[in-house]
């Protein structure tokens, strides 16, 4: 394998032992920013998310973006085979990512203890529904059901109507992000202290619960039950979703005195600043409806590129609310990259998310597009682990690969 830096990663091997999204999505992070990733699939079979919509005809659109930047190994762990297979790969690699329900690895011969005995220095990082312990840890856990558990679906929607839950896997990617920078610090800290491996693991719902404190805090001090609302509430004012004059929508938001001061000398009611009404944040709240009129009627004499450019140039925080084709048209993701294109066996190509974050000495690279199923087998058994044509093509024969 060559050692050229293709980002500040490079070097580490992570096994992809995982399925669907919020794990492989952890291991496709280590992977963009340099890390040799590989990918057990099941053979015949593959990963989930090679299924997942949305398609073009017979292809996952959503499989290039999640899965670049891997190799595929086509493995059946649970043979005497393939889990002496696995192993050998384990006594070079630097961390094995697994999403099964608790208990399953183990079940296989594959728990921690066995993994630790071939490589001391493995980091395990486990990625279950609920998290390896408490009473719910063999619960079944996917991220729609879990986002609900998190309280999050909870605050989502208007009063009068049901919770609404987000319209794509937002927890599943929140707790890859959890999972990825779980990893690297296990990494680090063996790397930084001489030390060995260890376990990380998290239940999906515990990724996004971690991002509510001001929920927690809340209902302790307060005894509060926070309800359903559309937008920021509780936080700041004024803040919202409006409409201009031309029928476009924008958010804004003043989450600071200075950013209301702005706001209040670019509407031309610079009156409103020492009113004792508005004066501060916890006033502005507690007489937000009046203060919303006020803001709803100026944004609604502009219309939309009048608007931000006014705001853009008075500092004050607002954006418009772009579908994925304004996306595709504005020149802030063309400069920032936030697209890429891969090259795609049937597609010809695809556009994908870019890179991030961005490092100035070490920048990450997509180097390999999403592979076909068992893509690398006999490159990884070959190279990494010194196998024989032969032994491979009875690996074959035996449904192990």
Same mark, same amino acid.
């Given at each position: 394998m060559t050692q050229e830096n293709f980002g500040p990663l490079t070097g580490l091997t992570i096994i992809d032992a995982s399925s669907v999204i919020a794990a492989p999505f952890a291991a496709c992070l280590l992977g963009d920013l340099g890390a040799e990733v590989i990918k057990i699939e099941l053979p015949g079979k593959g990963d989930s998310a090679r299924s997942l919509?949305?398609?073009?005809?017979?292809?996952?659109?959503?499989?290039?973006?999640?899965?670049?930047?891997?190799?595929?190994?086509?493995?059946?762990?649970?043979?005497?085979?393939?889990?002496?297979?696995?192993?050998?790969?384990?006594?070079?690699?630097?961390?094995?990512?697994?999403?099964?329900?608790?208990?399953?690895?183990?079940?296989?011969?594959?728990?921690?203890?066995?993994?630790?005995?071939?490589?001391?220095?493995?980091?395990?990082?486990?990625?279950?529904?609920?998290?390896?312990?408490?009473?719910?840890?063999?619960?079944?856990?996917?991220?729609?059901?879990?986002?609900?558990?998190?309280?999050?679906?909870?605050?989502?929607?208007?009063?009068?109507?049901?919770?609404?839950?987000?319209?794509?896997?937002?927890?599943?990617?929140?707790?890859?992000?959890?999972?990825?920078?779980?990893?690297?610090?296990?990494?680090?800290?063996?790397?930084?202290?001489?030390?060995?491996?260890?376990?990380?693991?998290?239940?999906?719902?515990?990724?996004?619960?971690? *991002? *509510?404190?001001?929920?927690?805090?809340?209902?302790?001090?307060?005894?509060?039950?926070?309800?359903?609302?559309? *937008?920021?509430?509780?936080?700041?004012?004024?803040?919202?979703?409006?409409?201009?004059?031309?029928?476009?929508?924008?958010?804004?938001?003043?989450?600071?005195?200075?950013?209301?001061?702005?706001?209040?000398?670019? *509407?031309?009611?610079?009156?409103?600043?020492?009113?004792?009404?508005?004066?501060?944040?916890?006033?502005r709240m507690q007489n937000d409806e009046e203060l919303q009129k006020i803001v709803k009627e100026f944004i609604g004499s502009l219309n939309n590129d009048e608007l931000i450019k006014k705001l853009d140039t008075d500092g004050v925080p607002i954006s418009p609310i772009l579908s994925i084709e304004d996306i595709f048209n504005n020149p802030q993701y063309e400069a920032r990259e936030n697209i890429l294109e891969v090259e795609h066996p049937r597609l010809g190509s695809v556009k994908v998310p870019g890179i991030v974050p961005k490092f100035s000495a070490t920048p990450g690279k997509i180097r390999y597009r999403a592979p076909e199923l068992g893509e690398h087998n006999e490159e990884i058994l070959r190279n990494e682990i010194g196998l024989t044509e032969e032994q491979i093509q009875k690996l074959y024969e035996k449904g192990v690969i």
């Open positions: 919509g949305p398609w073009k005809g017979e292809e996952s659109l959503r499989w290039p973006g999640l899965s670049r930047n891997k190799r595929s190994l086509t493995l059946d762990i649970r043979t005497e085979e393939g889990r002496e297979i696995f192993k050998e790969l384990v006594k070079t690699a630097d961390a094995v990512i697994e999403n099964f329900r608790p208990g399953t690895f183990e079940k296989w011969g594959l728990g921690y203890d066995v993994l630790k005995e071939v490589n001391p220095n493995i980091v395990l990082t486990r990625q279950s529904g609920y998290g390896q312990t408490g009473p719910y840890a063999e619960k079944a856990g996917f991220g729609t059901p879990c986002t609900a558990f998190s309280g999050y679906t909870y605050l989502q929607g208007y009063k009068d109507r049901p919770p609404v839950s987000p319209s794509f896997s937002l927890l599943d990617y929140v707790s890859g992000l959890f999972a990825a920078f779980g990893t690297v610090s296990a990494l680090y800290h063996r790397d930084k202290n001489n030390a060995e491996g260890q376990v990380v693991e998290l239940g999906l719902y515990e990724a996004i619960f971690r *991002m *509510m404190e001001f929920l927690i805090a809340e209902h302790d001090q307060l005894g509060k039950v926070r309800e359903r609302n559309p *937008m920021l509430a509780g936080h700041s004012s004024p803040a919202g979703t409006y409409q201009t004059k031309d029928g476009k929508w924008v958010v804004l938001v003043c989450s600071t005195e200075r950013t209301w001061t702005r706001l209040a000398e670019s *509407m031309g009611r610079a009156d409103l600043i020492d009113n004792p009404l508005y004066k501060t944040n916890k006033e």
